[in-house]
């Protein structure tokens, strides 16, 4: 990261709540989420930023994806889970567990399958 810059979950987040209540298709919101974790996973990764309350958020929103996933036709979904499991690897990299629950939620969700 560059000297005296911030990172904001909450200004990373806002594009897909503002999409939620203007549009909201299942569809277009969950390649939001998914985008979302990716970039925010990647990020991660690519500086070493290892920060709990980040990576809550990160793992949050991962579990909104796959609700949200969830309602798509098989079609569509598969693709996006795919996404998601490459998220989930590189996740495997962070402190905190940040890996295990998405192991976790993948397979309550049936992702895994």
């Known amino acids: 990261m560059f000297k005296n810059q911030d990172t904001s ?6 594009p897909i709540a503002d999409y939620k209540k203007a549009i909201g298709q299942a569809e277009c919101l969950a390649e939001l989420m998914v985008f979302y974790c990716e970039r925010a996973a990647g990020f991660s990764n690519d500086v070493g930023l290892q920060d709990e309350g ?3 958020a990160l793992v949050r929103m991962f579990e909104q994806a796959l609700k949200t ?17 490459t998220v989930r690897s590189t996740c495997h990299n962070f402190v905190y567990g940040v890996g295990d629950d ?11 399958d």
């Open 9 to 14: 979950v909450a200004k990373a987040k806002k």
């Open 69 to 85: 996933i969830a309602s798509l036709a098989d079609a569509q979904r598969q693709p996006l889970w795919y996404r998601l499991d």
């Open 54 to 56: 980040y990576f809550d």
């Open 102 to 112: 998405m192991d976790d939620l993948l397979a309550e969700y049936g992702a895994d």
